[in-house]
């Protein structure tokens, strides 16, 4: 692997959210009266923040004030059962540590609250990451390029010396948007044929995979 620098995506892709965030949704659905969402409506949902989740979890037609209101009630029941049913995928751990005794530079860019992401990366991986980049203020989400090219400032690299890895639709436009070549993951929560119809290229089925086989650019 011929680069100084990672840029992981979180869920899906590091961690597996999606059990905790399915019943912190379910809470404020139930609170409201709404139809509780299944595991694989929510694995549809995410990928865009909390508040898209909420939005897009809540029945159609919900108001802004309803869904501004749900998604601050969503976000402080996330912030205290965020770590009850996650955790990091198989592998993971043992491919950081391969990542780091080659020298290798880690990041994690998120849509995830910051501070949420920081905490969830520093109780299962430590402070193995040299920078965590996700929804700060004045900064916009992704697929937008500006999380990446902060995280890449933040490690003193460039694009050209760093390689994305994430596993949904919103990362394949994360990496094109940012110039990065990209490994997109199977393990996380999307399909192949989404992510081959969105430009991805290159792909791995576990984690020691991103070892073995060399990113490339997404098509635009």
Not at 63 to 90: D, Q, V
Request: proline share 4%; hydrophobic share 40%; net charge negative.
């Amino acid at each position: 692997m011929q680069f100084k620098a990672v840029v992981f995506d979180l869920d899906g892709t590091l961690i597996d959210t999606i059990e905790d965030l399915k019943d912190s949704l379910n809470f404020v659905l139930e609170k409201r009266g709404c139809p509780k969402r299944t595991y694989d409506e929510v694995k549809r949902f995410v990928g865009n923040g909390l508040g898209k989740l909420m939005e897009r979890g809540l029945p159609q037609g919900a108001g802004p004030e309803l869904i501004k209101e749900c998604t601050a009630e969503l976000i402080s029941y996330y912030s205290e059962h965020s770590l009850i049913k996650t955790a990091p995928y198989e592998g993971i751990k043992e491919l950081i540590s391969d990542l780091k005794t080659r020298g290798m530079k880690l990041s994690v860019v998120t849509n995830k609250n910051e501070k949420e992401a920081k905490r969830i990366c520093a109780h299962f991986f430590g402070d193995v990451f040299d920078t965590i980049v996700g929804d700060r203020e004045g900064m916009p989400l992704k697929p937008a390029a500006e999380p990446v090219f902060k995280a890449l400032e933040e490690m003193g690299v460039s694009a050209d010396d760093a390689i994305y890895i994430g596993d949904s639709e919103v990362d394949v436009r994360t990496a094109l948007n940012s110039g990065l070549r990209m490994i997109a993951v199977l393990w996380g929560f999307r399909e192949k044929d989404v992510l081959i119809k969105e430009g991805a290229k290159v792909f791995a089925e576990k984690p020691s995979d991103i070892l073995k086989v060399e990113a490339q650019k997404v098509c635009p």
